[in-house]
């Protein structure tokens, strides 16, 4: 919805008190919900494809792998991931 909608809708004609009020509204509702950021590690396994997540978990941000680079320093990098990937398993790994 583009703001002059939201404005039409709302019967507001003034461009800034329209502007304040939606920015108003969007502190409230991020000051109501806080965002919890929790980090998990892992061991990967060879020939494992799935890991289980936490039960609470409703979005997954980041996937870092910690390797050993070309400069021979051991660092955190992060990885590709498919998003809404169905499940075509089919090998049973």
Excluded at 53 to 74: C, E, H, Q, S
């Amino acid at each position: 919805m583009k703001f002059m909608e939201i404005m039409q809708r709302s019967g507001l004609t003034q461009f800034g008190v329209a502007k304040s009020y939606l920015k108003s509204a969007l502190l409230e509702i991020e000051n109501r919900y806080p965002e919890k950021i929790e980090q998990a590690k892992s061991t990967i396994t060879k020939d494992r494809r799935y890991y289980t997540t936490p039960p609470n978990m409703i979005n997954l941000r980041d996937i870092r792998v910690y390797f050993k680079g070309d400069d021979g320093k051991t660092k955190y990098r992060s990885i590709p991931r498919i998003k809404m990937l169905e499940d075509v398993d089919q090998d049973g790994v």
